[in-house]
């Protein structure tokens, strides 16, 4: 408990919260000052999203691990056979 006695005496959260005034962030200053000159355009709450681009078939993957798959077994049965 003593931890949060020193934390209480270093930052009053109701003495923080009961300001009349609340400074606003410095993002919000920013953009303010950048809106002030120029005012954003008008943005749709959810914009259509971006046409994703074309899937490749999944069968084309799993062929291409199993057909290296297979490669690779018949190498290593050549190797065997043929090898020292």
Do not use: C, N
């Amino acid at each position: 408990m003593a931890g949060h006695d020193d934390f209480e005496r270093e930052f009053d959260h109701r003495w923080a919260s009961a300001a009349e005034h609340k400074e606003p962030s410095a993002r919000a200053r920013m953009l303010a000052a950048r809106w002030k000159d120029a005012p954003p355009g008008p943005v749709p709450f959810r914009g259509d999203p971006a046409p994703a681009a074309p899937r490749r078939s999944s069968w084309i993957s799993t062929a291409a691990v199993l057909g290296s798959v297979a490669a690779l077994i018949v190498l290593i049965g050549y190797a065997q056979t043929h090898g020292a």
